[in-house]
């Protein structure tokens, strides 16, 4: 009688045993969710011409929990800036490049435009990226945009309030920072943004 009670308290043992691991896989697999931390390393900005701006912004970012595979990343300013028309307050990175070394706006506006396309060919699309559980990665975002056209000229651009958005499917985080003017004796492409 007591080896069938030890059959049975066995049993019972394996199927309690069975039941974790498939609730320990389950959360491993399933509802454990990734996360990202993100800090901007760098932000700046050149005025190039009476609308065109190039920017970089550089950042780390680290994944903990699980792998986390990038959406869409973007910037964005509370007042639409974006131009000249069609205006948008938000402006999206389909590429990113890894850790750029180089300081792509002290080079000249064509320089620029031909480093930037030949980095382009290099770089990574953003939606799909992954960023391994545990994993740092230092990305590169940079390009040129145009303000808006207005009646007696162009937009100056303000140096304050934006945010760097990363959608990664489950969680979109909005990291603020502000740019940097690279040429401080050109102010006066740039304006005061007050919230």
């Avoid at 007591?2 to 498939?22: D, I, M, Q, R, S």
Wanted: glycine letters at 6%.
């Amino acid at each position: 009688m007591e080896f069938e009670t030890a059959k049975t308290v066995a049993a019972f043992g394996g199927l309690g045993l069975g039941v974790l691991n498939l609730g320990i896989s389950l959360y491993k697999d399933f509802f454990r969710k990734g996360n990202i931390k993100v800090e901007i390393e760098k932000s700046e900005i050149k005025w190039r011409s009476a609308d065109a701006y190039d920017f970089l912004v550089s950042l780390n970012v680290f994944a903990t929990g699980k792998d986390v595979y990038l959406k869409d990343v973007w910037i964005e300013h509370p007042t639409e800036v974006f131009g000249p028309s069609n205006l948008s307050s938000k402006l999206h990175a389909n590429k990113v490049v890894k850790h750029l070394a180089q300081d792509v706006l002290a080079l000249d506006t064509d320089e620029y435009e031909t480093e930037v396309k030949r980095l382009f060919k290099e770089s990574d699309y953003t939606r799909d990226l992954c960023i391994s559980e545990g994993q740092r990665k230092t990305l590169t975002i940079t390009d040129r945009f145009d303000s808006e056209r207005l009646m007696d000229g162009w937009l100056e651009v303000p140096l304050t309030g934006w945010k760097l958005v990363i959608d990664y499917g489950t969680k979109t985080i909005s990291i603020p920072f502000n740019f940097t003017n690279t040429k401080p004796s050109e102010t006066h492409a740039f304006n005061e943004w007050h919230a």
